[in-house]
């Protein structure tokens, strides 16, 4: 019998796919229940990891009271994320977010004070934390190898949010523009968006490697394409005290990162006051360049440790050696990124510079 049993809550974000797989491939957790109110939108994990009925639920009551749990993922529609926190709070879940965070700094914070008192973990899950490189990279920063940061430069995104299914199976152009106009990711009020779809791995993980340091102003631009609501291409700037730092979002890339790199590259460039590091999602190897040896060295990735290779591992090492969440899954940490989120779409709909909100 499992030790841990691992719940699938909604199936708005295409994620859920691959954290279920996550659980079905860990030797000590199991599949305890699903729920999404639309039942053809679990069909494909039913089928995928053999989910018998009993543990397929359109009621999210029901779900709760049929079944015995000790961690719950949730794939919400961003704007749904406060409430779906809300619901599960009382119910002694540990609770893991999907990214982003959530729509506004607001929900962000009623999240954690919903969990605050309850003695169990709210994680923000960014599918780059577990990626070899950027942690790579951080291990090099925090050793000193480029000085102090003072420049974190982003660039993410990929073809667009309905071109890949879970476990990154492709959607054919035609049909994701038969699917666009009734999907949540291209409807403003449930938080749709490439800003706030990316935006959020760029600022959270760079508040990581920047080691918490706030910014205190921020400038954006957002593409306005008619006919559509949200942005597909963002652009966001960031003042702090040591220096500037861009950060860009990207619907509509040629190929997807995890096929092929497009151009730009996918990933972080990471500049401090006595090296850099270029660190691209998915690649074997950061390359370093410090003012003492100018030349660009490739270094290997660090091979991850168990209980980081992977956020449904994570998780379930903090549970058994009853750890606090950390890092750049730490919902407080998480919270600085959404700050920056807000300010850039502040700024972008106001078009002028402002003040990082509070």
């Known amino acids: 019998m499992a030790q841990h049993g691992v719940l699938g809550i909604s199936f708005d974000h295409m994620h859920m796919g691959d954290l279920l797989r996550q659980v079905q491939d860990h030797p000590q957790a199991e599949i305890a229940g699903i729920y999404d109110p639309d039942p053809a939108r679990m069909a494909g994990a039913i089928a995928a990891f053999a989910i018998p009925p009993d543990r397929v639920f359109t009621d999210l009551a029901t779900c709760l009271a049929n079944t015995a749990a000790d961690l719950a993922i949730i794939c919400s529609a961003t ?170 979002t990207r619907w509509g890339t040629l190929t997807d990162p995890w096929t092929q790199q497009p151009q730009p590259r996918c990933g972080f460039q990471l500049v401090g006051t006595d090296g850099s590091i270029s660190s691209w999602d998915y690649d074997d190897h950061v390359t370093l360049q410090t003012r003492a040896d100018t030349t660009h060295r490739k270094v290997p990735v660090d091979v991850l440790p168990p209980g980081r290779r992977g956020v449904i591992e994570h998780m379930l090492d903090l549970i058994d050696r009853d750890l606090p969440v950390t890092g750049v899954l730490d919902p407080q940490l998480a919270l600085i990124g959404q700050r920056m989120i807000d300010s850039a779409v502040k700024a972008a709909a106001e078009k002028r510079t402002v003040a990082l909100v509070p």
């Open 79 to 248: 704007a749904e994320h406060a409430n779906t926190v809300r619901a599960l709070a009382p119910h002694g879940l540990n609770l893991m977010v999907e990214k982003p965070f959530a729509a506004n700094v607001s929900d962000a914070r009623a999240m954690i004070a919903a969990m605050a008192g309850s003695g169990k973990r709210l994680a923000i899950n960014w599918p780059l934390a577990w990626y070899p490189s950027h942690n790579t990279a951080k291990r090099l920063i925090d050793e000193g190898a480029v000085g102090q940061l003072i420049e974190v430069h982003f660039f993410d995104g990929n073809r667009g949010p309905l071109y890949h299914l879970a476990d990154k199976i492709a959607v054919s152009p035609e049909e994701v523009e038969r699917q666009k106009p009734d999907s949540w990711w291209y409807k403003r009020a449930a938080g749709g968006g490439s800003l706030l779809d990316y935006l959020g791995y760029g600022t959270t993980l760079g508040t990581w490697f920047m080691g918490g340091a706030v910014p205190i102003e921020i400038a954006a631009m957002v593409d306005e394409v008619p006919g559509i609501e949200v942005d597909q291409h963002s652009i966001t700037l960031a003042r702090y005290a040591r220096g500037l730092s861009r950060f860009e």
